[in-house]
Each structure stands twice: as structure tokens, then as C-alpha cells.
């Protein structure tokens, strides 16, 4: 049950980022590598380059790039206050971060791990026109297309 709404939670985020693949490098299709795309969403463009605009959107963003991280792994990893963390974690969320798993502490608290979508932003702009290219996390990508074939029927 926690793979499938995963899927939805991801399939959604793809449908709202509204892209087209631009091309894909590689010959094996199951790996994924180096995925760029041209983000066409307006709101996406918008939350882009915010995160871009805000340095500790950016640390952020960086510190859940290689690793899923928790929120407290972050506040620890950033030096950003708590507030401002879980703030700025949930307006990333569904746009450009995932819930990558939840557990239980061993103060039987709920903790989520985030993970970043997309890798790298290439934004250009020419008269009267952005143009963000990104590359997707293929690991995140890896991650949920596995939980999903992992699934019993």
C-alpha cells in the first residue's frame, strides 16, 4: 500500500511539472540516465527558480539530492532553523521534493525522508521567454519505479 501511494504521489508530481523529454543518453532505457527535460509549466518555472533565488531553499535542495534526509537531518546538515525547514519542506513538496520513505523513530514519532526530483537546472532566458532544462534524480525515479514492480498482486 505504501508503494502505491508513492506511484500516485509521483505520478501526479509528473503530470504537474508538464514536460517534454528532450532527449535521453544512453542505451539501456532501464537505467535512465542523464534525462533532460524542458519544463513547460509556468508554475513550475515560478518554483524553480524561487528555489533558486533562496539560499536556503537551496541548501535544502542540496542536502536531499544523494540521500533521502530526514527534517531533523537537514536542520542538523543546513544550520537553518526548524521553523523555517519544515516551512520551506512543505511548500518544495510535491513540486520539486518527495517523500521518499516514512518510519517510526524510536520515540515512536513518524519521520518522513525527502528526496529532490530533479538533479540539475540549466534556466536561459531569451527575450520575453524562460527556458529551465532539467535533469531528473535517477535515482529517486530508480527508487519508485522499483517499490512499484516490487508490489504483490
Known amino acids: 500500500m505504501f508503494g502505491c501511494q508513492i506511484l500516485r504521489r509521483y505520478r501526479r508530481l509528473v503530470e504537474s511539472l508538464n514536460f517534454n523529454v528532450r532527449f535521453i543518453v ?3 532505457p532501464w537505467l535512465m540516465k542523464n534525462i533532460v527535460m524542458i519544463i513547460k509549466g509556468v508554475r513550475l518555472k515560478c518554483v524553480i527558480l524561487a528555489a533558486l533565488a533562496d539560499t536556503d531553499l537551496q541548501k535544502i535542495l542540496d542536502a536531499a539530492i544523494y540521500q533521502s534526509k530526514s527534517g531533523n537531518q537537514i536542520i542538523k546538515e543546513t544550520n537553518i532553523s526548524r521553523t523555517s525547514v519544515y516551512r520551506k519542506i512543505k511548500w518544495l513538496e510535491e513540486k ?58
Open 26 to 28: 544512453q542505451s539501456d
Open 96 to 153: 520539486l521534493l518527495i517523500v521518499d520513505k516514512i518510519g517510526i523513530t524510536d520515540e515512536g514519532k513518524k519521520s518522513s525522508l525527502f528526496r529532490t526530483v530533479l538533479k540539475s537546472f540549466n534556466v536561459k532566458y531569451e527575450y520575453n521567454n524562460v527556458v529551465i532544462e532539467a535533469e531528473q534524480n535517477v535515482d529517486t525515479l530508480k527508487k519508485i519505479t522499483e517499490k512499484f514492480f516490487s508490489l504483490d498482486e
